[in-house]
């Protein structure tokens, strides 16, 4: 389908992302059905001119009905794929309802100076629930639980986390490296 319309929509994330221009000159937005998303997400090329903004949203008032999975059909809690949204040199994205489970490191990682907000989602399972690496990243109204790390700022990262739910971590629930601002 051309993912134009609810009745025709694409069948994964990633089609539905590499519908968009390269140039985004206006507010672009990505609306998931509810459902489980067994895929990993690679977010690069997309040059955001302004204040547009590119949303991808799924159910902020039920995060867990749009999920973003690392594991297959058949073994629901073995991670298969590494990274839930890998987000490489990426401005102007905004990241809302939907949880990211069982990746075998990231659910959400940021890298190349990208810029993100991740608003109204969920973390579990995952070997770092949501992280930045020389990227800006602000998170607001996340729940993060059963994973290695949760919430992680390295190497020149700018971070900000409002109103946040961290627990049941295996090691730490915020890791930050001496080089990232928080």
């Not at 594991?71 to 994205?93: C, N, W, Y």
């Not at 579990?124 to 109204?141: G, K, M, Q």
């Amino acid at each position: 389908y051309p993912g134009n319309h609810p009745t025709h929509p694409k069948r994964t994330i990633q089609a539905a992302w590499n519908t968009l221009p390269t140039l985004i000159n206006e507010n672009a937005t990505i609306h998931l059905a509810d459902g489980v998303y067994r895929e990993s997400v690679d977010m690069r090329g997309k040059s955001v001119i302004g204040d547009a903004i590119i949303t991808i949203v799924g159910n902020s008032a039920a995060p867990g009905q749009v999920r973003v999975c690392g594991a297959d059909i058949g073994s629901e809690t073995t991670d298969v794929r590494q990274k839930g949204f890998e987000v490489i040199g990426q401005k102007g994205l905004l990241i809302r309802g939907m949880r990211f489970d069982y990746f075998t490191y990231d659910g959400v990682f940021l890298d190349r100076y990208s810029s993100v907000t991740v608003e109204d989602c969920e973390f579990a399972e995952c070997y770092h629930a949501l992280r930045a690496f020389n990227s800006y990243l602000e998170a607001n109204s996340v729940e993060m639980w059963n994973s290695k790390f949760g919430f992680v700022a390295q190497r020149a990262a700018y971070a900000i986390l409002y109103d946040a739910n961290i627990h049941d971590m295996v090691y730490s629930g915020i890791d930050i490296s001496v080089s990232a601002n928080v």
